[in-house]
C-alpha cells in the first residue's frame, strides 16, 4: 500500500523558514517524479512544485520561485520542502504527492494527508 | 502560464442524473504527436486528500467507477459523472501538465439536488 506521510509543518513567523518531509513507503521511491501542492484556508489547489525521479528536472510555481527549494533523499525515500522567507499567503496544508511515472510530466495519482502551515505573527 | 478554467463554479444534479464539468485551457495540451492530452482530473472531498480520476484526458485511473469519464482534446475537456451517486459530492479539479508551471483550475463544486 503506498502511503506518503507529510511533516514539519507548522506555525512561523513572516520571514521565517521551514521544512517539510515526506515519507514514501510501499513503492520504489527512485521511480517516481513527485509534487508539492498546496491548499490556502478556502481557495482550490494550487501546484507548488515538482522533481523528477532522477531529481534533474524541477520546477516551481512563480509564487514560490527563489523562495522554496523541492530535493529527494532516495536513500531514505524522502520528499522535502524547504520554505524560506515565508510569507502569510503561503499558509496552507500542504500535500506530498506522487507522479504516475518517473517524467514530471504526469498526473498525480497519490496523494498525502498533509500538513498544515501556518505563516502569522 | 497556462491558465485553466472550469465551468460552472457548482452544480446540483439529481441522483442517478449526470453532470458535466467543463474544463478549458489557455494553450492547446495535445502532445505534438497529436497522440497525448497532459491533463487530470481530481476529486476533492473535505478532510481528505485529493483523488486522480482521469489522467490523459480520458484514462480512468484504476478502481474508479466506470460512472466517471473524461474526454476532450487540445483546449476543451469535459468530465462527466453518470448516475450521480451521494458519495460524489466534492470539489472536482482539472490540471495541465503540459508546460511548466503546471496549474490547475479553480474548481466546480457538485452537490446533489
Known amino acids: 500500500e503506498v502511503q506518503l506521510l507529510e511533516s514539519g509543518g507548522g506555525l512561523v513567523q513572516p520571514g521565517g523558514s521551514l521544512r517539510l518531509s515526506c515519507a514514501a513507503s510501499?513503492?520504489?521511491?527512485?521511480?517516481?517524479?513527485m509534487t508539492w501542492v498546496r491548499q490556502a484556508p478556502g481557495k482550490g489547489l494550487e501546484w507548488v512544485s515538482v522533481?523528477?525521479?532522477?531529481?534533474?528536472?524541477?520546477s516551481y510555481a512563480d509564487s514560490v520561485k527563489g523562495r522554496f527549494t523541492i530535493s529527494r533523499d532516495d536513500s531514505k525515500n524522502t520528499l522535502y520542502l524547504q520554505m524560506n522567507s515565508l510569507r502569510a499567503e503561503d499558509t496552507a496544508i500542504y500535500y506530498c504527492?506522487?507522479?504516475?511515472?518517473?517524467?514530471?510530466?504526469?498526473?498525480?495519482?497519490?496523494w498525502g494527508r498533509g500538513t498544515l502551515v501556518t505563516v502569522s505573527s | 502560464d497556462i491558465v485553466m478554467t472550469q465551468s460552472p463554479d457548482s452544480l446540483a444534479v439529481s441522483l442517478g442524473e449526470r453532470a458535466t464539468i467543463n474544463c478549458k485551457s489557455s494553450?492547446?495540451?495535445?502532445?505534438?504527436?497529436?497522440?497525448?492530452?497532459?491533463i487530470a482530473w481530481y476529486q476533492h472531498k473535505p478532510g481528505q486528500p485529493p483523488k486522480m480520476l482521469i489522467s490523459?484526458?480520458?484514462a480512468r485511473e484504476s478502481g474508479v467507477p466506470d460512472r466517471f469519464s473524461g474526454g476532450g482534446s487540445g483546449t476543451d475537456f469535459t468530465l462527466t459523472i453518470s448516475n450521480l451517486q451521494a458519495e460524489d459530492v466534492a470539489v472536482y479539479y482539472c490540471?495541465?501538465?503540459?508546460?511548466?508551471?503546471?496549474?490547475f483550475g479553480p474548481g466546480t463544486k457538485v452537490n446533489i439536488k
Open positions: 490523459w484526458a480520458s
Open positions: 490540471q495541465q501538465y503540459y508546460r511548466y508551471p503546471f496549474t
Open positions: 522533481i523528477s525521479a532522477n531529481g534533474g528536472d524541477i
Open positions: 494553450q492547446s495540451l495535445l502532445s505534438s504527436s497529436g497522440i497525448k492530452n497532459f
Open positions: 510501499g513503492i520504489t521511491f527512485t521511480t517516481y517524479a
Open positions: 504527492a506522487k507522479n504516475g511515472v518517473g517524467s514530471s510530466y504526469s498526473g498525480i495519482d497519490y
